[in-house]
């Protein structure tokens, strides 16, 4: 009949325990999208404003070693790999808070034999043993428990799209090396071929003077201008090396030559991106998404700390068997206990009060943050649209100045060799026709970085081949 009464008062406080718990409050703020201001069209509109379905880079940027670097950089660069370490730490920690909102079991046992007990000798020989699962569990009365596990589940969010902005950044980083390892290479040709014509000029020019048709002076000239080309030769030498070294550091590779397979001026035609409207920004560019989910896991933290403000209900409870016995355990050494407890902070200078309103700051820090993220990417996509648009008509000035410098030299060589004028026009001309050659290579280099640069502002495409077969967006990372 005891036994009975004590059964029914467990199950009671069970009852009662669950009641409380099904009708539990979660303290804090909800988290809201935030709110950003967009303009309705881009300051430079120079390229068509069609939806921005799918950015292939590959399609971009026709190259077949191109492509092969980039899909080697995206498989084995490290920053890619320490983000991949990230993310599957995200997944981790999300799993090991969540396990906080469930009871735990834990299993407890052990002998004891002796006459000494709870301080005292005993006359008699006394033996125990026991075997008990003792439960724990403090109920997510308040949230917090809940909110640490959503905030938990943001920061997975935004370390996969963290991963998505480290690819990106990748795919542009190694665009832009190989572009400006292209131009170094045209601008190594240009400068070795300068120095042979101008090695055969000093020639002509030293047989001249050796004959006392023209004066020493246009010997001297001939060879500052012969030296200026051979100076220019291990400078691109060296920057080449130095190129190569960057792309093998973004392959995860250690330094070694890479062999573009085609000029910069061959074929040169820029890529046609389509820019959208810019509200899609927010949704295509990963950064802007990681900011966001930032945002959300840092405003369940102020529930989480509203939570240690109030007190904590925790159940215990203990199954298992004892005896005095210590050769046997019998069933009807069966032993059981039930109990809570409620503890909460009553006066503490206004700790808990003080951890709210820094988690509340850290809010209106990660909400600024989000809103600077935003406003930079609008400005990278005005930058590379501006970018385009000056270098488009800068690369024309200086396709018709190239033009008119070669016809400038060979015209003063003309009137040269045919004593009308002085060596000094020559070397003018000559001059700027070296200078103009160089400056069109790194035009076009930088005509097309522009591309380069529009696609990372706009959010980018489709991170491999693979990834666009399985119908896998690049913005929608998965958590399980």
Known sequence: MNTHTKTGKGCTFFTLVLSLFFSACTLGPNFTEP?????????????????INDLQ???LFKDPLLYSLVTTALENNRDVKIAISRIEQARANLGFVRADQYPRVDIDAGA??????GGTRSEDTNSTVYLAAPLSWELDFWGKFSRSTEAARAELMASEYGLKTIQLTLIAEVVTNYYQLLDFHRRLNISEETLA?????????QQRFNKGIIAELDVNQAQIQKEIAAAAIPLYKRSIAKTENNLSILLGRLPSPIVPEQNLGVNFQAPKIPVGLPPAILERRPDISQAKYLLKAQTENIGVAEALRWPAISLTGTLGVASSELSSITIDGGVWSVGGRLLGPLFDFNKNKR????????????????????LTAFREVDDALMEIATYRNELAAIDRQLKASQNATNL????????????LEVLDTERTLFSTDLQQSQLQQQYLNAYVNLYKALGGGWITKADRNHKTSPVAPTIF
């Open 197 to 205: 014509s101008r090695i055969e000029s000093l020639n002509i020019i």
């Open 112 to 117: 004891t034999t002796g006459n000494f007990s």
């Open 355 to 374: 951890r709210v309103e820094i988690q509340e700051q850290k809010t209106k820090e990660a909400l600024f943050q989000y809103e600077n993220v935003v």
């Open 57 to 59: 880079w590959w399609e």
């Open 412 to 423: 003063s060589k003309e009137r040269y060799d045919k004593g009308v004028s002085s060596y």
């Open 35 to 51: 709110i950003t201001a967009t303009p309705d069209a881009y300051r430079t509109q120079i390229m068509p404003a069609d939806p």
